[in-house]
């Protein structure tokens, strides 16, 4: 069982994903594949004159503001752009691919935030609109009950809350959830950097090999987005997850490259 | 088995849909439901500076325009807006609601019309780069597998092509075609109407029942969209379903209304 995120960012190969995953299933793997939005949504709420807005921390993270008509944005790029492009690509290949979003059954259920401190113009304000949370539990029922049956699900933000809200989540930590609840032997994290580099954006630095009591050291030197990825990374192997690797989805062949061991594993 | 198919024009009551749709599982029926997306296609389509086109034919036939554009426009109309929305309504009542396509796994396969005749300024011209079809195949392994599960599929456009194109279809014949494939004792029609009227808009002329040897009647009293409606329901009755009912979405408790005999029943 081989869980892998895809990411959508500039660069990125989706014809070469959907390939290797068919080849990959074709061989007998159980894969299950998730991708984000981010860049998807960026354009459709420029293109719908809501343009995209993010939130810094007082600690430093940045994280997009998600009021009611973002989440709907977000939901439009989401499952209507994203997800129905990789999944047409995987059937077309004959793959028998589904598409599901974290709502779907429960998948990806999760705390929404009540209230964001946000830095603004140097003050630190709360927000209590938003539509943002994490995922805390992965109910598998569903995407067991698919990979038992023979299809590929293929998973899209949003999660879900407790109370039955769509809420924006991070679909990196939430593929990570995602492995550790399947107890997958690998957790692939593709997106258009060769892996983890110590001095970013030099790719000479490559991380190749981080073992589990070098975890805190990785998360320093991870920049931005990438730092999600190395926490995710941190959860996936405390959850079971055999190995985790961040790898080059802008390459052929990107998913077995990265189970040949290209790119960081975490071990 | 029940597949109920429901529109989204305007007064169509998504709320009372879902909470009749989580009395009738927890009774131990097995469900699907149907929607398309035309009225969401529209207002998204005007909000992205691409307004909606409609394509008479020479027999005086009415469809939407789709070319590339407008294709991407209907998936995020059908699977980010309304799929993500009635979904979301039912898991907030306990349903376990799985959101599909007719793309997934190739659910709804059909073929591409090659070549559409419209009419324009009184002459007929011939459009090829529309994606429009006809679904022909229901590949219903993807819904007895939710089903005998546990799950609650929801359904919505575009279908696929033979060749693994995104195909919009007309969601009451898709609906039909999957009553007729699953062996469905009933197909609800539920939209903005009370039934077939005799004498449209007047409801006083509703058909109460309609026989499997009136349905050329039936069909010709049928305006606009109704006869879509109609032709469904020759399909699926022709398909070996029980019954057909097109019936009222604009009032509580529309499927067991329906179900109960209120509307137009065919038989």
């Known amino acids: 069982m081989i869980v892998a995120k895809i990411g959508g960012s500039e660069g990125v190969d989706m014809d070469a994903v959907a390939a290797d995953t068919a080849r ?37 993270h940045t994280s997009r503001r998600t009021d009611a008509r973002t989440l709907e944005i977000f939901q439009m790029a989401c499952r209507g752009v994203v997800n129905q492009g990789l999944v047409s690509r995987l059937v077309r290949l004959g793959v028998a691919a589904v598409g599901l979003s974290g709502v779907d059954a429960r998948l990806w259920e999760g705390t929404r935030k009540s209230a964001i401190r946000g830095v603004e113009d140097g003050r630190v304000v709360v927000i209590r609109d938003d539509f943002t949370g994490t995922v805390e539990r992965v109910n598998t029922g569903l995407l067991r009950t698919l990979l038992d049956a023979g299809f590929t699900p293929v998973i899209s933000p949003p999660g879900i809350s407790t109370e039955g809200e769509a809420i924006n989540v991070d679909a990196d930590r939430a593929a990570a959830a995602t492995a550790a609840a399947l107890g997958a032997e690998a957790l692939l994290l593709l997106s258009n950097v060769p892996g983890l580099l110590r001095r970013w954006p030099d790719e000479g630095t490559l991380m190749r090999r981080i073992g589990r009591g070098e975890m805190a050291g990785a998360e320093e030197a991870a920049q931005g987005r990438m730092k999600k990825k190395v926490q995710g990374a941190a ?33």
Chains 1, 2 share one sequence.
Request: aromatic share 2%; charged share 15%; net charge positive.
């Open 235 to 267: 959860l996936a192997l405390g959850g079971g997850v055999g190995r985790v690797v961040i790898g080059d989805a802008r390459r052929g062949e990107p998913l077995r490259a990265a189970l040949a061991g290209e790119g960081t594993v975490f071990q």
């Open 24 to 60: 990959l299933v074709a061989g007998g793997h159980r894969l299950v594949l998730v991708h984000g939005g981010s860049d998807a949504t960026n354009r459709l709420s420029v293109a719908l004159g809501h343009p995209p807005r993010f939130i810094a921390s007082p600690s430093g």
